[in-house]
């Protein structure tokens, strides 16, 4: 199968497409024929170190769209022909390949209205945000939710599932994307590039600071947000930790979620696992229904994934990168 690989640690650039052998199944996995596979920050994150487990050369890909071509002996649920999608494992071959491998209990059927396109869209991202906003954080209508980077993928996905859920959303982005957000769902957007985030949100609240914070950036913003926070708030950090020095213990009782979606699969816990097919479930019902964009704003071809990468890792591609696997 044609498959695009990394030989070695890297770069996006070092990517190089090959014929690779095609693996059949494993009792309970699944074969896929890739359709389309969507970009994310990580690919080209776990690239530069690479992964104990990985062995060379390596295909990278986790949100991966397209039909069941084979079923290993144990699955009894998928048969070949399905329309299925999933997030995949980043300690196995991912889906920068004509074919990708899967344990079955991870995948989900996509409707006849969703396309492969916008199906791959939705896992890395979507699920991050709805875990986030359904599963750790009790988020309820009424509330304040504040979403950093909200033109990208995590971001754009958390504006619209906090409205969605009735909650007050506001967002950080360059003024160039203040349309964008807004037509997502952001009742107030803030330019992190020219205004003071805190000063903003002081004077969004009246004083009080959000219930909700989602941050995709880095350690020091989440430092920062936990000045922006009211009392009894709920802090999701999906790329890194506050100071916990910068606050002091037992003042505002807040809560600190760690975002990490691909734990479900590393820790070996089947009923994460599965959670994982039944958010695919939850999310892909709101787009074929029209209550939730993929945010699809770019499909390239699979030889072009490694030059759409390094323009993912300078952080400034507004929604979501989707590539089409040519049979």
């Known amino acids: 199968m044609k498959a695009l690989v990394l030989e070695k640690p890297g770069t996006p650039d070092t990517l190089k497409m090959v014929e690779h052998p095609l693996i059949s199944p494993e009792p309970h996995e699944v074969r896929v024929k890739v359709m389309a596979v969507g970009l994310n920050p990580v690919d080209y994150k776990t690239a530069q170190w690479g992964w104990p487990s990985w062995q060379w050369p390596h295909i990278l890909g986790l949100d991966v769209a397209g039909?069941?071509?084979?079923?290993?002996?144990?699955?009894?649920?998928?048969?070949?022909?399905?329309?299925?999608?999933?997030?995949g494992d980043l300690?196995?071959?991912?889906?920068?390949?004509?074919?990708?491998?899967?344990?079955?209990?991870?995948?989900?059927?996509?409707?006849?209205?969703?396309?492969?396109?916008?199906?791959?869209?939705?896992?890395?991202a979507g699920f991050t945000a709805w875990q986030i906003l359904s599963r750790k954080v009790p988020a309820r209508a009424g509330q304040t939710l504040l979403v950093h980077a909200g033109a990208g993928g995590v971001g754009g996905?958390?504006?619209?599932?906090?409205?969605?859920?009735?909650?007050?959303?506001?967002?950080?982005?360059?003024?160039?994307n203040f349309d964008f957000v807004k037509q997502l769902g952001a009742q107030h957007a803030i330019d992190y590039q020219k205004e003071d985030i805190t000063h903003c949100i002081n004077a969004l609240t009246h004083g009080r600071g959000v219930d909700i914070v989602i941050n995709t950036l880095d350690e020091d913003s989440t430092t920062s947000d936990l000045q922006r926070l009211a009392f009894g708030g709920h802090l999701a950090c999906v790329a890194g930790l506050p100071d916990f020095n910068k606050i002091a213990p037992f003042t505002k009782a807040?809560?600190?979620?760690?975002?990490?979606?691909?734990?479900?699969?590393?820790?070996?816990?089947?009923?994460?696992?599965?959670?994982?097919?039944?958010?695919?479930?939850?999310?892909?019902?709101?787009?074929?229904?029209e209550k939730l964009s993929p945010m699809l704003t770019e499909t390239i071809d699979l030889a072009q994934v490694p030059a759409a990468l390094a323009r993912l890792s300078q952080r400034h591609v507004r929604g979501k990168i989707v590539a089409n696997v040519e049979p």
């Not at 996905?157 to 360059?174: E, H, K, M």
């Not at 807040?254 to 999310?283: C, N």
Request: proline content about 5%.
């Open 157 to 176: 996905f958390g504006i619209q599932l906090g409205n969605y859920l009735g909650l007050s959303v506001f967002t950080t982005c360059s003024k160039n």
């Open 91 to 124: 300690s196995k071959p991912g889906g920068y390949a004509e074919f990708a491998n899967a344990p079955g209990l991870i995948l989900t059927k996509i409707p006849k209205k969703v396309t492969f396109e916008q199906a791959a869209a939705i896992p890395c």
């Open 67 to 87: 039909i069941v071509d084979a079923v290993g002996d144990l699955i009894t649920f998928w048969k070949p022909g399905d329309r299925v999608f999933y997030h």
């Open 254 to 289: 807040l809560s600190i979620h760690e975002s990490a979606l691909g734990g479900a699969h590393l820790s070996g816990d089947k009923k994460s696992q599965v959670d994982l097919a039944t958010m695919g479930e939850e999310l892909i019902t709101l787009v074929a229904e």
